[in-house]
């Protein structure tokens, strides 16, 4: 069975999990430039419920960012890619998922050798807490034949909450 697991708004999970005083609040990453422009990359629930949507250029939610004093990080590639490695190696360490590859800097396949569903579920929740437990990163998982519809999986897990 393949296994998807994609990191949820990645950069900001990124963000917050090396300032842990900033769960629970609206925090964003943008690309900011010199002139303090740039658009909204990743963002927590906390600021998406203030009405800030990923792409928002920065200087037209200024107001709501400030007013609401919502943490505001630039982008910072390389400190993702360090966590997405750290990510990586805490699942492999977990011997757990077989054939684990990385798709993209925030998402990652796999395979559980089983067939029986409820198992399936059980190890996956493992997978998911375990990456949770050890980097800070909260992520979402869809199990399925195929690759494609193991990502669809995750979308709708993303959606439901439950896995």
């Not at 609401?68 to 998922?97: C, E, G, H, T, W």
């Not at 796999?110 to 998911?128: I, M």
């Not at 375990?130 to 519809?149: D, F």
Request: charged share 25%; aromatic share 8%; with cysteine.
């Amino acid at each position: 069975m393949i296994l998807h697991i994609d990191c949820n708004t990645f950069y900001a999970s990124c963000e917050v999990s090396l300032r842990p005083d900033l769960r629970g609040k609206p925090v964003v990453v943008a690309n900011c430039n010199e002139a303090g422009g740039g658009i909204i990359l990743a963002l927590t629930k906390e600021a998406k419920a203030l009405g800030l949507k990923r792409g928002n250029p920065v200087f037209q939610v200024k107001d709501i960012l400030n007013k609401n004093n919502v943490a505001v990080f630039p982008a910072n590639l390389p400190k993702y890619v360090d966590i997405s490695k750290r990510l990586m190696q805490v699942v492999k360490d977990q011997d757990i998922v077989l054939n684990f590859t990385q798709y993209s800097v925030d998402e990652f396949f796999g395979e559980l050798p089983l067939e029986d569903p409820e198992e399936l579920r059980e190890y996956a929740k493992k997978v998911k807490q375990h990456i949770e437990h050890c980097t800070g990163i909260p992520v979402s998982c869809g199990l399925s034949l195929t690759y494609t519809l193991a990502k669809v999986a995750t979308w709708y897990a993303k959606k439901i909450q439950r896995l």
